[in-house]
């Protein structure tokens, strides 16, 4: 069965710092991988997504997420974080042979501090 | 990319009654997605709404409970039925085709009474 694991419930960094924001997966497939962001009282907005190709994935707001097959992991990063980054950051997974559904982690709150 | 209009975005409902939720996508889009995110929790699956089928309903969730209707290509409800304070949440619905990145509309946050 299709898992996504965000362990950490929520990530501290201070304004200009790098950051991570961890995302393991479980599929029986070949994993579509997927990064989203929500904001308080806003739906879910995409940020990067890994379909095949280059693991280092580039995306919106300067993140971007390294797809790593060895340790089925999908972290998302960004090399100097802004206050206004601070929200709600889901990773999600679908998979080859069931492409259109996406199952979420339970989500990680990043909080940037000035 | 798709631009999902969902309404109402929120609303306070008297425990007994139901609530339909609205989505219309500014495209034709194959198949639509309703989920449900619980306070402080993350977002699960409960149905997948095809155009010209039945909705395909996740486990733990049943039509009787949350009818869906999908009458064309742009356009699908959710309806929420007899409601209990357990029911709130917000409903976010969206559409996807997989392997390209999925679009969602601004969510329902849905208090019952």
């Known amino acids: 069965a299709q898992s996504v694991a965000q362990p950490e419930d929520q990530v501290n960094v201070a304004e200009g710092n790098p950051l991570t924001v961890k995302c393991t997966y479980s599929?029986?497939?070949?994993?579509?991988l997927f990064w989203y962001v929500q904001y308080p009282n806003r739906g879910l907005q995409f940020l990067l997504k890994y379909i095949t190709g280059d693991n280092l994935v580039k995306g919106s707001y300067g993140f971007e997420a390294e797809f790593n097959k060895s340790q089925t992991s999908f972290h998302l990063k960004k090399p100097s974080a802004l206050v206004s980054d601070s929200a709600l950051y889901f990773c999600?997974?679908?998979?080859?042979?069931?492409?259109?559904?996406?199952?979420f982690g339970t989500g990680t709150r990043l909080q940037v501090f000035p | 990319s798709a631009v999902i209009s969902q309404k109402p975005s929120r609303d306070i409902c008297q425990r007994g009654t139901s609530l339909t939720i609205q989505c219309q996508v500014d495209?034709?889009?194959?198949?639509m997605f309703w989920y449900r995110q619980q306070p402080g929790q993350s977002l699960t699956l409960i149905a997948t709404?095809?155009?010209?089928?039945?909705?395909?309903?996740e486990s733990g969730f049943v039509i009787d409970k949350f009818p869906i209707s999908r009458p064309n290509l742009t356009f699908s409800t959710l309806t929420v039925s007899n409601m209990s304070p357990e029911d709130s949440s917000i409903y976010l619905c969206?559409?996807?085709?997989?392997?390209?990145?999925?679009?969602f509309g601004q969510g329902t946050r849905l208090t019952v009474v």
């Open positions: 599929v029986s497939g070949n994993p579509y």
């Open positions: 709404a095809n155009q010209g089928s039945e909705a395909t309903y």
């Open positions: 999600a997974v679908g998979t080859s042979y069931n492409t259109d559904k996406l199952i």
């Open positions: 495209s034709q889009v194959t198949m």
């Open positions: 969206s559409e996807t085709t997989g392997r390209t990145e999925a679009f």
